[in-house]
């Protein structure tokens, strides 16, 4: 009687899908974020009448969701770089908050490149999470995937990034390869079926290109986006694969609910949760960490990075030529290698007196995340960029262009769009046939304060190519989204270590 | 010299018109050539062509379409 109940024992156990040892069902909870950015504190978007958002928030609603079922917390990209606190410490405040918040992996983002290949090594090996790219050749430390075991489950998750990560400074990139997200998921899909009960995928590729993958390739249980900045309130289904997305900035945490059964999701529900400060509580640890590094920043910014020897003007920069709109023009095209620079005087938005230079002054003189890029602009659009720029002279305007590498003069009494005199670039009459690369910044190249000309002008472009070192196509000649152009000015003042720019009359009212 | 890498340039479209931008630019991007941030600053937002909400910072491809409302 014995042997046939260890016979039927034995039956029960090889005819079981689990040799694994399922449990009947067993439900599993995926937590997922994306595009942090580095937003650790609360803020109020752009047409928003309260403030969102807040890591230490997210985290206290992180815990919670795990004390009610265990979890996985995954995040899909652009996690430690962009907002200014974060950038100063170069995304080793937001590792610190993550390692904190137990995540178990993150794929990397096209931003994460930003800092360059040493920085994020640097991160990679701070993080107690692995961070994934099974797209990305070229980074030993950069896993294709892990398997997670969660209540007798195994999980795949295996990661991957756009390629849209080439767009970022080659110098940040080295000789890294990427190839397609469908090609590595490709690549690695039959060892995961191998290892996994279920596959899940952290993409930065975004949601257009997630549904793309979950139609091309079959056996995706599970595909948790960003990139995109979607914010999905529900999971979507493609074929049989859930998609899911969290929108932005700490702004919501994802909430994916699935019940498996014999290794396999029979049922799923999910659902974003906004994060209110106002009205959920913060946890403590996140919070702690979050305060001891905004106590960090006033060292930070308070550091000294060259001296000038002259008051850089800004309070005439929406009127005139000054010596602050000089020296960051200058600081455009000469980064850029264009032959002249435009950037509008509303992005200059303060002076900076005679005297040491804090970077706390950079950072009030440039408060926008503004990027560098150079666009092939012809000489008669280029006089158009000037005629806007002196359009509104009576309103004192955002639009006054303070110029590098040209000069133009300009009548105030005459009518708009014949204000613009005489203008040389290099010192040479501006020829308008010909063509020249001007150096502006991404708002104005959107035809942000009106300049139009620039957006006009990359409706010619065709392919892009990489060409060492930049970007470029047959209109743009230099795109670099991953460094803001007060960096670059940081840099510069760095550089000379002493600075007195002088007004040179690049732009001259004639009346 | 790394061996060249051709992209095709960025057309989306905002509210159905076509704006030409740069790789790597971002919805806001988008909106600002389009004359649409005033829309968004007062409580306006925008969706993708599958109606769901974008963030300002989210990213751009050839042919998407967004839309203000």
């Given at each position: 009687m014995q042997g046939f109940r260890i016979a039927l024992i034995s039956l029960l156990l090889i005819m079981s899908?689990?040799?694994?040892?399922?449990?009947?069902q067993v439900d599993l909870r995926i937590l997922y974020v994306n595009d942090?950015?580095?937003?650790a504190e609360p803020y109020q978007p752009a047409g928003s009448q309260a403030a969102l958002g807040g890591i230490a928030c997210l985290a206290g609603a992180v815990d919670r969701a795990r004390q009610k079922q265990p979890s996985l917390l995954l995040a899909a990209g652009?996690?430690?770089?962009?907002n200014v606190s974060a950038n100063l410490f170069q995304g080793q405040s937001f590792v610190d908050v993550m390692n904190a918040m137990k995540f178990d992996a993150m794929v990397v983002g096209n931003h994460e490149f930003d800092f360059g290949p040493e920085v994020l090594k640097e991160r990679m090996a701070q993080a107690n999470f692995p961070f994934l790219?099974?797209?990305?050749?070229?980074?030993?430390?950069?896993?294709p995937y892990v398997i997670k075991d969660l209540q007798g489950i195994k999980i795949a998750i295996v990661g991957v990034v756009t390629r849209?990560?080439?767009?970022?400074?080659p110098r940040n990139l080295g000789d890294l390869k990427f190839i397609t997200p469908e090609s590595a998921l490709r690549k690695y899909l039959p060892e995961l079926k191998g290892q996994a009960d279920i596959i899940v995928v952290v993409s930065h590729c975004g949601y257009p290109e997630d549904r793309e993958l979950a139609d091309k390739i079959p056996?995706?249980?599970?595909i948790v986006g960003g990139?995109?900045?979607?914010?999905?309130?529900q999971p979507q289904v493609v074929g049989h694969t859930i998609i899911v997305q969290a929108w932005e900035h700490a702004k919501a945490l994802g909430v994916l609910d699935l019940q498996v059964k014999d290794g396999k999701i029979v049922k799923f529900q999910g659902a974003l949760q906004e994060i209110n400060p106002a009205a959920d509580r913060a946890d403590l640890q996140t919070q702690e960490i979050v305060a001891r590094y905004a106590g960090r920043i006033g060292p930070i910014i308070h550091q000294v990075i060259g001296e000038t020897r002259?008051?850089?003007?800004?309070?005439r920069v929406r009127t005139g030529e000054t010596n602050l709109g000089d020296f960051i023009a200058d600081v455009m095209r000469q980064t850029a290698g264009a032959d002249a620079a435009i950037i509008n005087s509303g992005a200059i938005k303060a002076g900076i007196a005679r005297g040491k230079i804090e970077v706390q002054d950079v950072y009030t003189a440039l408060p926008y995340d503004n990027y560098l890029v150079a666009v092939r602009l012809t000489g008669a659009q280029l006089k158009e960029a000037l005629e806007h720029g002196v359009s509104h002279l009576e309103k004192a305007s955002h639009g006054f262009p303070q110029v590098s590498g040209l000069t133009f003069t300009y009548s105030r009494s005459a009518p708009v769009g014949s204000r613009v005199k005489d203008v040389t670039v290099d010192g040479r009459p501006?020829?308008?046939?010909k063509e020249y690369a001007v150096a502006t910044i991404d708002f104005l190249a959107a035809?942000?304060?009106?300049?139009t000309v620039f957006g006009d002008a990359l409706k010619k472009a065709g392919d892009y190519a990489n060409l060492g070192g930049a970007l470029t196509s047959g209109a743009l000649t230099y795109n670099d989204p991953g460094t803001w152009l007060r960096d670059l000015v940081m840099d510069a003042i760095q550089a000379r270590k002493t600075i007195a720019p002088k007004v040179d009359g690049r732009s001259q009212a004639v009346d | 010299m790394a061996a060249a890498k051709r992209w095709t340039d960025m057309r989306v479209y905002v509210n159905r018109k076509p704006v030409d931008l740069a790789p790597g630019m971002q919805v806001k991007h988008a909106l600002i050539h389009a004359g649409q941030m005033a829309a968004i600053e007062a409580g306006l937002k925008v969706y993708d062509e599958r109606g769901h909400e974008l963030g300002l910072d989210g990213a751009l491809a050839d042919g998407r379409k967004i839309f203000v409302k």
């Open positions: 899908p689990a040799s694994r040892g399922y449990a009947n942090f950015h580095g937003f652009d996690m430690i770089q962009g790219g099974a797209n990305v050749e070229g980074l030993p430390s950069l896993k849209d990560t080439l767009t970022t400074h056996g995706l249980d599970v990139h995109t900045h979607t914010k999905l309130l002259l008051d850089l003007d800004a309070p501006l020829d308008l046939n035809g942000g304060s009106g300049y | -």
